[in-house]
């Protein structure tokens, strides 16, 4: 059974200013968009600037309310981050005394425990607000324990904090995998401890995502020793001190993926600039299934449909499986197949709370455990929606791009965590879209 979203959905933030985006569909996009920097890169990034002392800079960085948070808690934890003109961010540590990750940044972004690691790497200490679950369901943190305790991390929960000391900390050996495979920022947090833990490190079962390859890539430019990066066997070789860095983090394939679906459901032909085709293939290969005709170059993937979209089955898995911030996006688009798609949700079993809401446009989905079962129809109908979180957010415009009518999507502050401007690179496109301030306001 799908939960009520009213029940699952985190109580609005009252300081966050609510808009909607108010959507006329029927316009089939063309054009090209240029994708920005990977969120999923620079979160875990900008945490292990606190490894240095040294001043590091961080290029292309994107104007988001994760890396608002982010740098929010840099700031708590005494490091002082400017943003320059180019986009870049530069960080400088003034103060390495303290060791928290305060409750009231850490609920609102789960990535915020990325700062354990580094923490423990260079201060030996930390108190970290334990990150709870989200709305597509229990997100645990066992792994990450786990890793650091394999490297002689004493651990304990107090009062809704991992309270942590790493006074011994030394390389380990670990296995890394759980019920669902591995874990992107539990890795990350891993190495990032790693680096600077006397002796070796075997991780095993690591995490192969992208953002985990950049992670260790910035690290080994600040001084660090790593093997077998993109590989799920990680080989660190611990060093006494990391120098600062200046790095470029790759783009983001899930925005990049998002407007290669925006071109398949409006019927549309797209190139998305500042891409990696490689990190895409998941994504153009499903594509391809569903009917689109998919051309690439070294940094460009192009999407075009003429005909109707086909069904195709979509199966949710570690890299370089089909990324899980992606589902739902493809779920709206299979809406509008021809036959009868399969989703199934390898990595987040009740990530679906996208279902209900585009139930309200016409479309025709059965949620069986972490299935979806998705039977195509002739249009989508505008309706009010509600975001939920990030990613279902993107659905829910991709759909509003193609429904017959008016479509409002509500508390889109969730996409502004993790798009940036993005109305203002689908209207280049030529869809039909405006931000506007909504009712729900203070
Ligand atoms: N898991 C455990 N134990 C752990 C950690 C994870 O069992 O200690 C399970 C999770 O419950 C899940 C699976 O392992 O079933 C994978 O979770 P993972 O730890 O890899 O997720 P994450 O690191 O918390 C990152 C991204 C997510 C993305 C997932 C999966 C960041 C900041 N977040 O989360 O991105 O969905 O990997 O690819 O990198 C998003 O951008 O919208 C987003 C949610």
Redo the contacts with the bound molecule.
Sequence with gaps: MLRALSDAVAPVPRSIALDKFVIHGGVALRGEVEVGTA??SV??LLAATLLTRDPCRILDVPRLR?VDTMLRILEALGIEARREEDGSIATHVRDESSVEAPYELVKT???S??VLGPLLGRRRRARVSFPGG?V???????????GMRALGVDLDLEGGYIVADASRLRGGEMYLG???????????NVLMAAVLAEGETLIDMA?C?P?VQDLALFLVAMGAKIEGIGTPTLRVTGVTELHGATYRPIPDR?EAGTFLVAAAITGGNVRVNRCRPDHLRAATERLIAAGCRIESGPDWVSCARRGRLQACDITTL??PGF???LQAQFMAMLCLADGVSVVTEK???E?FMHISELERMRARIRKEGNCAIVHGTDYLSGAPVLAS???ASAALVLAGLVAEGETTVRRVYHMD??YERMEKKLEALGARIAREKDVEAD
Excluded: Q, W
Aim: glycine letters at 10%; aromatic letters at 8%.
């Design positions: 969120k999923n979160l875990p994760d972004m789960r990535a425990v990325c989200c597509f369901g229990p997100r645990p943190v066992d792994l990450h324990l786990k759980g019920p669902f495979g591995s874990t992107v920022t539990g890795t990350a995490a995502e953002e899930i570690p890299y990324a899980t911030d990595i987040y079993p990530r979180d990030l990613r965590r993790g």
